[in-house]
């Protein structure tokens, strides 16, 4: 089973998303913020990770950044 990895600051949002995703088949990690994601990425790399580019402290495009650097 696919694992895809979610990281929105949005609770809602990663609720709704992770519902839909997971009505497929597909086995999902929900994060809330950059660091946390990091973290557990690290621990759990996933298939996919959808990221959203607009949050507090690191946005998306950093996280995915940092990704990259650890892969």
């Known amino acids: 089973m696919a694992?895809?990895?979610l990281v929105d600051d949005d609770?809602?949002?990663l609720t709704?998303?992770?519902i839909a995703l997971e009505s497929?088949?597909?086995r999902v990690e929900t994060?809330?913020?950059g660091a946390s994601a990091l973290e557990g990425l690290a621990a759990r790399p996933?298939?996919?990770a959808i990221l959203d580019?607009?949050?507090p402290?690191?946005?998306g495009m950093e996280l995915l950044r940092r990704m990259r650097q650890k892969s």
């Open 3 to 5: 694992t895809i990895a």
């Open 11 to 13: 609770r809602n949002i």
């Open 16 to 18: 709704s998303v992770s």
């Open 24 to 26: 497929e088949g597909y």
């Open 31 to 33: 994060y809330t913020d």
């Open 46 to 48: 996933p298939n996919l």
């Open 53 to 55: 580019i607009k949050m």
């Open 57 to 59: 402290r690191m946005d």
